[in-house]
């Protein structure tokens, strides 16, 4: 069976939003409107404590609302939380740390 974490965190509307860790899987999910539609991030370790995060995908019908943003900052969380390094292949996770820029999140990456 796979890990998955869980992280509550809530959209601009006040809905709540889980977004759901699958270590085994490798990946960052949102399940939307508990329907089968997910968002998903990507990643893959390239190195003992080394992660490339890949690649974020939400539904064309959810888009612009938000919700990459939860997966970025799940995923970046993990890598500080974890004391991994990170390549960030994946233009979203680039643009969401340049906007949110926490001191934490560039100790943990590879420039």
């Not at 995923?75 to 990170?86: G, N, Q, R, S, T």
């Not at 994946?90 to 999140?105: D, F, G, S, T």
């Amino acid at each position: 069976m796979a890990q998955a974490a869980q992280a509550n965190v809530f959209d601009a509307n006040g809905s709540q939003i889980h977004v759901e860790h699958d270590r085994r899987r490798r990946q960052f999910v949102i399940r939307l409107n508990g329907s089968h539609d997910r968002a998903v991030l990507l990643y893959e370790y390239v190195g003992k404590k080394t992660v490339d995060l890949q690649h974020t995908e939400v539904p064309d019908a959810y888009r612009g609302r938000g919700i990459a943003k939860h997966l970025a900052k799940a995923a970046m969380d993990f890598v500080v939380e974890e004391d991994l390094k990170a390549h960030l292949t994946c233009w979203y996770i680039q643009k969401y740390v340049k906007e949110n820029p926490q001191p934490q999140y560039f100790e943990h990456i590879y420039q």
